[in-house]
């Protein structure tokens, strides 16, 4: 049964501590996603990867955050330093593109984060 | 900008009643829409994908519907059950893009 998995599930932190969210895609997926869901917001596409390139992260504040892939097994979702206005549930979610366009997405079970 | 909205925000029904979600977005030009259902503190479940060129997709008790004119889509559940209650999103991705943008979501409650 392939699916999505995130560690930590849940962190919580001091601010101004780094925090690092792993997430492993499913194999033989090519695009990877971070998204983070608050009760205010909603669910925000932070950033997105297709073959390990950063396609966008716009979303993503570019001053504390960072994202990458070091290779088609791992990605990584990076705040340095932390806030509390950091704290909220942070998704990744796999899919597949090919030349015939994106299929569907499959989200992990999220990472909780609290920054005190 | 493209914004989803869904309605209603809550719903609460007995079991063994037919319901429609409501989703509707305001850009037109869209590649596909996808349904989720999310239970409380767990991740998305994806239930059903609808490219731009089908007008609906079925699986099991569940219709997925999309008017791409009218900007519209409509998730259909049949003979809901206590085990349906979640909370319900849509979400559409921008032709030529892989951006899914969400709806802030339904949260259903099937009562026995």
């Known amino acids: 049964d392939a699916r999505v998995t995130q560690t930590p599930r849940d962190k919580v932190t001091e601010m101004g501590q780094e925090v690092t969210m792993r997430c492993q895609p499913i194999?033989?997926?090519?695009?990877v996603f971070w998204y983070r869901q608050t009760m205010m917001q909603g669910l925000e596409l932070l950033a997105y990867f297709r073959n390990r390139a950063p396609l966008d992260d716009s979303g993503m504040p570019k001053d504390r955050f960072s994202a990458e892939m070091p290779d088609a097994t791992l990605a990584t979702l990076k705040i340095q330093p932390s806030e509390p206005r950091d704290s909220a549930v942070y998704f990744c979610?796999?899919?597949?593109?090919?030349?015939?366009?994106?299929?569907?997405?499959?989200f992990g079970p999220g990472t909780r984060l609290t920054v005190l | 900008k493209q914004e989803v909205t869904q309605i209603p925000a809550a719903l609460s029904v007995p079991e063994g009643e037919n319901l429609v979600l409501n989703c509707s977005f305001t850009?037109?030009?869209?590649?596909?829409l996808q349904w989720f259902r999310q239970d409380p503190g767990k991740g998305l479940t994806s239930l059903l994908l609808?490219?731009?060129?089908?007008r609906e997709q079925t699986s099991g008790r569940l219709n997925a519907s999309l008017d791409k004119s009218s900007g519209r889509s409509t998730l259909y559940i049949a003979a809901s059950q206590p085990g349906d209650s979640a909370t319900y999103l849509c979400?559409?991705?921008?032709?030529?893009?892989?951006?899914?943008?969400f709806g802030a979501g339904t949260r259903l409650a099937v009562h026995p």
């Open positions: 979610a796999s899919g597949s593109y090919s030349g015939r366009g994106y299929n569907e997405q499959f």
């Open positions: 194999l033989g997926h090519n695009t």
């Open positions: 979400a559409v991705r921008a032709g030529g893009y892989n951006k899914l943008i």
């Open positions: 609808i490219q731009s060129s089908q």
């Open positions: 850009d037109s030009a869209i590649y596909n």
